[in-house]
């Protein structure tokens, strides 16, 4: 039996790998989901994983949950509290904003 290795991606990475699909012989998911990283990809492939390990590494956030920032793009303290509020921690608004200070950097 072969392992399947999960990877927690971002929209812009998603974009750049469904990019590389011939869309001629693209099934229809595959299409819908190209057509939609295209237009809610807020920044390229290379940065978002920039930003990602910098948001793990300096906020203490998890992959997803920087991956899910990435993704969002906040731009406000209370956008980002909207987006947070789901997760099972609170973030003190010092380090919200470091999150957005490193989210503006795209």
Do not use: H
Not at 41 to 67: G, N, Y
Not at 71 to 96: C, Q
């Amino acid at each position: 039996m072969t392992k399947v290795k999960k990877t927690v991606i971002s929209t812009p990475e998603a974009k750049e790998i469904l990019e590389k699909i011939d869309i001629e012989k693209a099934d229809q998911i595959q299409k819908r989901t190209l057509d939609y990283v295209t237009k809610f990809s807020k920044t390229t492939p290379e940065k978002a994983k920039e930003i990602r390990e910098k948001l793990v590494k300096e906020c203490s956030l998890t992959d997803e949950e920087a991956t899910e920032l990435v993704n969002i793009m906040p731009k406000s303290i209370g956008e980002t509290r909207v987006f947070t509020s789901g997760w099972k921690k609170l973030l003190p608004t010092e380090d919200i904003e470091k999150i957005l200070k490193i989210l503006s950097e795209a």
